[in-house]
């Protein structure tokens, strides 16, 4: 079966510190790996993809992915983050059909 | 931009109403979504449409239909609405073929209802 692991409910960093949200997968046949951000009372915006190519996907508002294919892995990471970062962050893969995971809420303290 | 546009922010309904909610999208996309989010169990699909007048069942259609009359419009309707359906549904568009060839989707801003 297609599924996608959020392990962490939540994830608590210091602002200025680097944070990562980590998602692993488990598809048949080559992943199309996805994360959206979601911000209290508002809809999923989209933050990066990784189709194919190169492991270390850049992504809006300073987000990086690291696609790992032998850990089956697709971590999110942002070198230093910010206040405005708080939200609940989805991993999500594209088999037939976009699958997400539970959600991550990060919590970036001042 | 792409707008996905959800006909309510919030909704109160009585159980046992037929209930309706609307999705519309202003970007010609083929592909509609509609999901529920709940605390702990992330989004999960209800139905979509890859095209007008077509629909395929999600992870959990139970309690749940669709109609897609308009390319633009993608309205989810609870036949007789429950307690265990209150919760948040998002509708999302994507391009053709998009999602399953890994074009991202477009979300509105959610629906939070509430059955009493």
């Known amino acids: 079966a297609q599924s996608v692991a959020q392990p962490e409910d939540q994830v608590n960093v210091a602002e200025g510190n680097p944070l990562t949200v980590k998602c692993t997968y488990s598809v048949s046949g080559n992943p199309y790996l996805f994360w959206y951000v979601q911000y209290p009372n508002r809809g999923l915006q989209f933050l990066l993809k990784y189709i194919t190519g190169d492991n270390l996907v850049k992504g809006s508002y300073g987000f990086e992915a690291e696609f790992n294919k032998s850990q089956t892995s697709f971590h999110l990471k942002k070198p230093s983050a910010l206040v405005s970062d708080s939200a609940l962050y989805f991993c999500a893969v594209n088999t037939d059909k976009l699958i997400f995971g539970t959600g991550t809420r990060l919590q970036v303290f001042p | 931009d792409v707008k996905v546009t959800q006909s309510s922010r919030y909704l109160v309904k009585r159980t046992g109403e037929k209930v309706f909610l609307e999705c519309v999208q202003d970007?010609?996309?083929?592909?509609m979504f509609w999901y529920r989010q709940d605390p702990g169990l992330g989004l999960r699909l209800i139905y979509f449409?890859?095209?007008?007048?077509?629909?395929e069942k999600g992870d959990i259609p139970e309690g749940y239909s669709v109609s897609r009359e308009k390319k633009e419009r993608f309205s989810l309707i609870l036949e007789s609405a429950s307690t265990n359906q209150t919760s948040m549904y998002l509708c999302?568009?994507?391009?053709?073929?998009?999602?399953?060839?890994?074009?991202?989707?477009?979300f509105g801003q959610g629906t939070r209802l509430t059955v009493v």
């Open positions: 999302a568009s994507s391009l053709p073929q998009g999602i399953m060839e890994g074009t991202e989707a477009f």
């Open positions: 970007m010609d996309h083929e592909n």
């Open positions: 449409s890859y095209d007008v007048k077509m629909k």
